[in-house]
């Protein structure tokens, strides 16, 4: 029998889409994510039940059937899971030994080296390290390592992105990316050694703006959690995917938190669970015509 072609194999993927915390915004955006993608309804599977939980009133209950959800879609065999936000501290109570998202797929896939990107219209930022506490951070960051998520990213931009020969930007971990070593060593003996196949270390507070206003790279990649996640949030909230690099499935999800406190209100914007979803079919996709 003849292989399926590509397009014949794509209209068979269904992609996973994780509910999060039911007592969060979790249950009302994938709705509504889901409604503004008809044409994507018989390739997406949910894996939740709103019934789990109070809107705004986390419990026991919410916590654990958030982990279940992840769990189940694992077990699933999906070429791509889209994730509703959970909460780490119900998720926590109820067993969770994660700090997020990022690390439970790494570990249930085998991955040793997760990489964090938030992919928006404007900008592509991945990070070197993800739920660190700030003052573990310098000690976390090695060459290799970094090294490592270069490639990483490298790869997607080409594969999932089809940028043919992507421009990676590194920012410093200092002010003015140390200065020469007055302001810390770091660029000198971690970063700048790393950085082989992209462009750095960068003065952080000019990378940025030289990526949107100047558009010198296909993607930046900053040191800590919060020197990555200020500026995507700042320019591309709303429509900014968190995806996750290394996986052998696509991951992805919307950039923000389960927002108990308007969780039940019918105001929460699902644009951005909308585009998570988006950019999983496409990533899938594009996966499947590169085979």
Not at 1 to 11: L, N, V, Y
Not at 45 to 67: C, F, H, I, L, N
Not at 204 to 212: N, S, T
Request: glycine fraction near 10%; charged fraction near 20%.
């Amino acid at each position: 029998m003849d292989e399926p072609s590509p397009r014949t194999w794509q209209a068979r993927v269904v992609i996973a889409v994780t509910m999060g915390d039911p007592a969060g915004i979790g249950p009302e955006i994938v709705a509504a994510a889901l409604a503004a993608l008809p044409e994507h309804a018989g390739r997406i599977v949910v894996y939740g039940d709103p019934a789990d939980g109070t809107p705004g009133r986390p419990d026991e209950k919410s916590g654990a059937a958030q982990v279940a959800y992840l769990e189940a879609a694992v077990r699933g065999g999906h070429e791509a899971i889209v994730t509703a936000p959970i909460s780490k501290t119900w998720a926590k109570r109820a067993g969770f030994a994660f700090p997020g998202h990022t690390e439970f797929f790494a570990a249930r896939y085998g991955c040793a080296h997760p990489v964090m990107m938030f992919a928006g219209p404007r900008m592509k930022v991945a990070l070197a390290t993800i739920h660190l506490p700030l003052a573990e951070v310098p000690r976390a960051l090695t060459t290799e390592g970094l090294a490592r998520t270069i490639a990483t990213v490298r790869a997607s931009l080409v594969r999932d992105f089809g940028i043919a020969a992507p421009r990676i930007g590194v920012v410093g971990l200092n002010p003015h990316a140390g200065e020469g070593g007055l302001l810390g060593r770091e660029e000198l003996d971690v970063i700048a050694p790393a950085c082989v196949d992209a462009i750095g270390p960068l003065v952080p507070d000019a990378a940025f703006r030289d990526a949107i206003d100047a558009a010198k790279y296909d993607a930046l990649i900053a040191l800590y959690h919060d020197q990555g996640l200020i500026p995507v949030k700042l320019i591309d909230f709303d429509e900014s995917v968190n995806v996750t690099l290394g996986l052998p499935i696509v991951r992805t999800s919307p950039d923000h938190g389960t927002a108990y406190d308007i969780a039940g209100k019918g105001i929460a914007r699902s644009i951005s669970m909308q585009r998570a979803i988006e950019l999983a079919i496409a990533m899938v996709e594009r996966r499947a015509m590169a085979r």
